[in-house]
């Protein structure tokens, strides 16, 4: 049954940090040393000082909790970045001999892989036909459109260790093991495809109409693999298995950034914002929103909107997000009844049930990220806010080249004060060593330096107290640590090579009022820090258009959620959602009197 806890005989894939898969049963007596065992006999891989892991969950020895058909995860406890050590995948006789499954074979089970188990089987059949896949040439990583045996292209596979990045990336951008972090800080490597896959299980009843996805273990010889992390290749081509995330590809006739916004139906930008305002979709630019026309003349309210590429999707904390939409004037629109029907329909925890049971390799990070993003929508729904509204709250502003947190992440840090605040109330002793838990900390490779001996946490008090319309008296008051969780294991691990380092913990909360001020009156134990927005133009996102995430250097993170304990996270809710009202408030007010704002990115300014 569905969501059942194994029993018995079971089969998993295991992958290796540089993009191995084998596929392997086990049965009851299996466990963490058998299964390292079989990987270093079948792909000829060291597995000493090695973790298993599935998801947030490292395997001691017990494999009792895996599910048939899970992905695993293995890595190297001490990292040896070196070029000399390529994927070594079994191939030809060797494979049909250690790995028995298909050429195919979707990870999970739901009843809405049903139309992707009928392009497996189509594209299966094409390929013993001899109809092979095609790479697709643009895009920083790999992606092979695979064919039918009319040889009309009917999925888009891209294998997780060909990521941006990923040591077996077949464009340049190679150099990190799987696990790490990756084009997004809070979204680490060889983990867009499970978000791909995330993204089309959230959209009930196809409501944004995202295509059917699905998670696969895949074996062709079309597949990229690196000599090394250098990213040289081998120069003959073998059959090779990749974990991947699979997409129906919909036939369409141009993008967004092809076509007249303003012929696109209302219903079908608030679908898809609706969908990306939940999942808080970081890369939502022109280039991954495909247009079809539903008639010849493809005039107004005749073309039907695509959404793809959510790879970039529910980070593990919370990021700027991009929304191409936010300045299209169907996103001013206020949402319809059936819209606001369906929002209010919207469950998160229930959501975050389901992707548990059906990506249970999913980190509980992004869940939280769901959790809190719906709520927000839901709240700013019921309270009257439009899409292009709730959007904007959600969205930094670069004021002076420096960057500074949402009205949404303003929210977030005031709801993590009132916690302080309630803590020290009730534990006196909170104000010696308090703090050892609250500590600010932020990992970024784009910190200017400027020392100076001030702090500016009064500052923040007198904000904080004017924007929600409250008053906070003299209280001591310690912030969340908001380094990304994803670096603690590479500052271990790596620290020197990729230069991170933590900051001490601040004595006073930090100023960091969006509405008031800029981060450059930031102050960090002494230090005075900078995120200046430079325009870095490193390239293209998939299907060739620029993306506004590659735009950025890797954004700080203000709000980590991670590092609560499940009482802390749900007395966090509790605050958070008292805060929603005043915030509203004041974003209506605002709207009200027609302030013009400038979202970095766009030509030009917008009327919200």
């Known amino acids: 049954m569905e969501g059942k806890q194994p029993t018995g005989r079971r089969r998993v894939f295991v992958q290796t940090e540089t993009g191995c898969v084998l596929g392997m049963e086990l049965d009851r007596s299996d466990n963490v040393h058998t299964v390292k065992r079989r990987l270093q006999i079948a792909l000829n891989v060291p597995t000493d000082e090695s973790s298993l892991t599935f998801g947030d969950m490292v395997l001691e020895n017990d494999l009792s909790a895996i599910r048939n058909d899970s992905p695993l995860l293995l890595t190297r406890k001490v990292m040896h970045r070196s070029s000399s050590t390529p994927c070594l995948s079994p191939t030809g006789r060797e494979m049909q001999q250690r790995d028995k499954s298909g050429p195919i074979e979707i990870l999970g089970h739901s009843h809405r892989f049903a139309a992707t188990e009928q392009l497996v089987r189509e594209i299966v059949k094409a390929i013993k036909n001899g109809v092979d896949p095609i790479p697709v040439r643009s895009g920083l990583g790999g992606a092979y ?9 009917v999925a888009i596979v891209k294998p997780t260790d060909e990521e941006p990045f990923a040591p077996n990336n077949p464009k340049g951008f190679a150099g990190k093991a799987l696990g790490q972090p990756g084009l997004k800080r809070s979204v680490r490597v060889g983990e867009t495809g499970i978000r791909e896959v995330a993204a089309y299980l959230l959209d009930y009843d196809h409501f944004a109409n995202v295509p059917a996805t699905a998670l696969v273990k895949i074996t062709h010889s079309i597949f990229n693999v690196n000599n090394g992390v250098n990213g040289t290749k081998p120069h003959k081509k073998k059959l090779v298995s990749k974990i991947a995330s699979f997409q129906q590809f919909i036939p369409h006739d141009f993008d967004a950034s ?35 026309k539903l008639d010849s003349a493809g005039r107004f309210g005749q073309v039907e909107l695509i959404p793809i590429d959510h790879g970039l999707c529910l980070p593990e904390s919370l990021e700027d997000p991009y929304f191409e939409w936010i300045h299209w004037p169907q996103a001013s629109i206020p949402f319809s009844e059936d819209e606001l029907e369906y929002i209010d329909s919207l469950d998160p925890f229930h959501d975050c049930e389901m992707l548990r049971s059906k990506l249970p390799m999913i980190r509980e990070a992004c869940l939280r990220v769901l ?29 002076a080249r420096e960057e500074e947190p949402s009205e949404l992440e303003v929210v977030c840090l005031e709801a993590r004060r009132l916690m302080a605040v309630e803590r020290e109330l009730l534990s006196p002793k909170s104000s010696e060593g308090g703090d050892d838990n609250f500590q600010f900390h932020l990992d970024t490779e784009d910190v200017e330096w400027d020392f100076t001996p001030k702090m500016a946490g009064d500052d923040f008090m007198a904000r904080a107290s004017s924007y929600f319309g409250m008053g906070f008296g003299n209280v001591k008051n310690p912030l969340s640590r908001l380094d990304e969780s994803i670096e603690d294991e590479e500052e271990s691990e790596c620290g020197e090579e990729d230069g991170f380092a933590g900051l001490p913990a601040p004595e006073m909360i930090p100023s960091i009022s969006k509405l008031s001020m800029s981060l450059k009156d930031t102050i960090i134990g002494g230090k005075n820090l900078k995120f200046p927005g430079a325009k870095v133009e490193n390239g293209f996102s998939s299907f060739g258009h620029r993306s506004a995430n590659e735009l950025l250097p890797a954004s700080v993170s203000f709000v980590k959620l991670a590092d609560m304990a499940e009482d802390e996270w749900v007395l966090f809710l509790e605050k958070f959602q008292e805060l929603l009202l005043p915030a509203f408030a004041k974003r209506k007010s605002e709207t009200l009197g027609q302030r013009q704002r400038q979202r970095l990115g766009t030509s030009c300014p917008v009327l919200i």
Do not use: K, Q, W
């Open 258 to 292: 092809d076509y007249g916004t303003s012929s696109f139906p209302v219903s079908a930008v608030h679908r898809i914002g609706i969908l990306d305002i939940r999942i808080l979709n970081t890369d939502r630019h022109a280039g991954n929103l495909l247009v079809r």
């Open 371 to 399: 959790i809190l993003c719906t709520i927000f929508l839901r709240e700013a729904a019921a309270y009257g806010l439009c899409l292009a509204e709730i959007g904007e709250m959600m969205s930094r502003e670069f004021r």
């Open 145 to 153: 459109y695979f064919r039918n045996s009319r040889g009309e292209s």
